[in-house]
């Protein structure tokens, strides 16, 4: 049996209350190296939100979740839209979100090449059973897209027959039903989650409806799993002006009342794993996906609808030899998907700027199709040196393919293949055409065991292929051939003591980027850029007595441009400036009572340091602090919760941005409560 075979049983335990667990209970995550192994052993940063936390907090959205996150920022959006940033600036522009990892079940949710920058809204994190992130460049396991991090949503086997149903009732008309249901038939077993929404925002005349469908089945060494989801939004816009978010009037107005988003997205995958003689296992995990969405751009002049969508298929798969002193595993990932993209403009341009007028025409912007092939072999070897001491390598080869079919005129035309005034439409389409790229992700760590704590190190090459959206939507000036894929070298140290009353992980890192792509100011793309970002991360949980526990974490960080652009027409970029969008501070404190088994109590304090809205410095947020107050009680088969997010009432923006010289932010949502109560049978 492999060695780490004996830890699943811990994977998805409930975090039980403080008086009943053991203090040296091993902390289990799997992200890293697919596999269930200590976290002590890991040489990667990683951490797990546990189901208890998710089922307290019954977050309106992931933002709310991953506030406890060291390094991350989910910055909420209208509805469940958000941006996303992991060791990192919030990234925005065409392919921006290929710079992090999404999964479930440790299998990527989208196809390389065909991210979405609101990618959770496609997953059911309302009822994960865990959610663990882990921060910096992924192992070998991963390929493109986890150059920041990745963020991995699991949903555990069933162990006991698992009946319950929750209602929640919020403020601004939130509406939740949650269903878990499981059944036990001899050594297999099934599992339905069911999840639905409707809610109400903050501003006029949107919010969303949504559903996610998860089916499960476990038997014969093989699982089997189904998740679907569907989002029907109307989404609010940005809030103009300065400071707009401190304006009671101003904050409940929407500008954009015709926005909407509809996404849906269906994924079916397997996990078979077989134990060989020898001390041999192999696993294999296929997998199918689809996914579409329609969106208004409510956010760009003239607010072009976008339609995409791809259906894909891959397979992951591994086979391990563990010797004496060391651990061979070897791999190979092969990927297909066929996407398809869509921009119309119906109406001009209303914004009283003839530049914007003449470049922004109306009729189809974009109308192109990609067809994906990937292939990726790699190897990780780890070698216990010593006792106490192990080294951990790996190299990834990556091979990326994109056919190009447009389906419109080829240049930066209007539709009917007339120019465009200040030379030329700001839409660009290059010719049909195929584009392969090639890459070697190298992977080097090493762990020392102290004697009460675990020193850990890694030096990584992440890398993320240029997205389809990059390579094909192009704007005036850009060239295919100008683009590759974005590199980033990382170096990371940290210090873990997971046993005891007293826990914590710190990590200090460095990270540098190259052939990354940012959007200025001015809606204008910058090619070929660099940036530095460096921190340090502190996650400190400390267990009082049986009643009381304190946890504190959060990030200490810069993330700089590291190049020079001084253009004719939009935004300067400088060296040494802070990237739009990049606080300096994120962290969260959190203070857990529970007197007794059936009840728990706790505060929370969130905050988000003051960041820049543009890449010249000179627009600035000064950021927010929350208070959250949570309490469960259980009495018989019923469990009740209530929460009040925003405790003392602050105003402060979700996000705050400037572009084409106006300050533009998403509103922060008032004190509100929500009551939930939940029934198992």
């Given amino acids: 049996m492999h060695p780490l075979i004996r830890y699943l049983p811990l994977l998805f335990l409930p975090q039980v209350h403080a008086e009943t667990a053991p203090a040296d209970l091993e902390r289990i995550t799997v992200t890293a190296n697919r596999i269930a192994e200590p976290e002590s052993q890991s040489v990667y940063s990683v951490i797990r939100l546990q189901a208890d936390e998710i089922v307290l907090m019954d977050a309106a959205h992931p933002n709310e979740l991953f506030s406890r996150v060291p390094g991350t920022w989910i910055s909420r959006g209208s509805g469940q839209e958000h941006l996303t940033a992991i060791r990192s600036p919030v990234l925005t522009g065409a392919g921006a979100c290929g710079a992090f990892l999404f999964l479930e079940d440790s299998i990527p949710v989208r196809p390389v090449g065909f991210c979405n920058v609101n990618q959770l809204f496609e997953i059911n994190t309302e009822q994960a059973d865990a959610i663990e992130v882990l ?53 297999n077993s099934w599992r339905m989650k069911y999840f639905g929404e409707t809610a109400d925002s903050i501003q006029r005349d949107a919010g969303h409806r949504q559903h996610k469908l998860n089916l499960g089945w476990q038997g014969y060494n093989v699982r089997t799993h189904l998740a679907a989801t569907s989002l029907d939004q109307d989404t609010a816009g940005y809030i103009i002006g300065e400071d707009a978010y401190r304006n009671p009037d101003l904050k409940r107005g929407n500008p954009n009342p015709e926005a909407f988003r509809r996404a849906q997205s269906l994924r079916a995958w397997a996990v078979w794993e077989r134990e060989l003689p020898d001390n041999r296992h192999f696993e294999m995990r296929p997998y199918a996906r689809y996914s579409d969405m329609d969106f208004l751009q409510h956010f760009l002049p003239g607010k072009p609808l976008e339609e995409n969508g791809q259906t894909s298929a891959g397979i992951v798969s591994s086979y391990g030899i563990n010797g004496l002193s060391t651990d061979w595993t070897f791999g190979f990932d092969l990927e297909w998907a066929d996407g398809w993209l869509r921009e119309s403009q119906d109406s001009p341009v209303e914004i009283d700027s003839d530049f914007l007028q003449a470049t922004r025409p109306v009729g189809r912007h974009y109308d192109y199709e990609v067809v994906q092939y990937s292939a990726s072999p790699w190897i990780n070897v780890e070698h216990a040196m010593t006792k106490r001491t192990s080294l951990v390598g790996g190299l990834r080869a990556d091979w990326i393919r994109y056919d190009y079919d447009n389906l419109m005129s080829d240049g930066n035309l209007r539709e009917d293949g007339t120019a465009c005034g200040f030379g030329g439409c700001i839409y660009n389409r290059p010719a049909d055409r195929n584009d392969s790229f090639s890459n070697i992700s190298p992977k080097l760590g090493i762990r020392h065991a102290l004697t009460d704590h675990t020193l850990y190190g890694n030096i990584v090459r992440g890398f993320r292929a240029p997205q389809a959206t990059e390579l094909y939507r192009l704007q005036r000036g850009q060239n295919v051939a100008d683009l590759d894929a974005v590199r980033a070298d990382s170096a990371e140290i940290g210090l873990r003591e997971l046993k005891g009353d007293f826990t914590y992980n710190v990590a200090l890192f460095l990270m540098e980027k190259r052939n990354e792509i940012f959007r200025d100011a001015e809606g204008f793309n910058v090619s070929s850029a660099r940036s530095r970002h460096r921190g340090a991360e502190f996650d400190l949980n400390w267990q009082v007595d049986t009643e009381w526990q304190l946890a504190l974490r959060g990030t200490l960080a810069r993330h700089t441009y590291a190049f020079d652009y001084l253009p004719d027409e939009g935004e300067s970029f400088v060296e040494g400036r802070d990237i739009d969008t990049a606080p300096r501070v ?22 988000v340091g003051g960041y820049y809205l543009d890449a010249e410095n000179t627009a600035r947020y000064p950021g927010h602090g929350l208070w959250h107050l949570r309490a469960q009680h259980d009495f018989g088969n019923y469990r009740l919760r209530a929460r009040i997010n925003n405790l003392l009432d602050a105003d402060y923006a979700e996000r705050a941005d400037f572009a084409f010289g106006e300050f533009r932010y998403f509103p922060g949502w008032p004190r509100r409560f929500t009551f939930e109560v939940a029934y198992g049978f």
């Avoid at 396991?141 to 555990?156: K, P």
């Avoid at 962290?587 to 929370?604: D, F, H, K």
């Fill in 586 to 607: 994120l962290g969260s404190a959190l203070l857990r009572w529970t007197p007794a088994t059936s009840n728990v109590l706790e505060l929370e304090y969130s905050r």
């Fill in 135 to 187: 921060r910096g460049p992924g192992s070998v396991h991963y390929g493109s897209n986890a150059l920041h991090g990745a963020i991995n949503v699991l949903h555990a086997p069933l162990r006991l027959p698992l009946n319950e149903v929750a209602l929640t009732f919020g403020e601004f008309g939130q509406r939740r039903i949650k269903v878990d249901h499981g059944h036990l038939l001899g050594e």
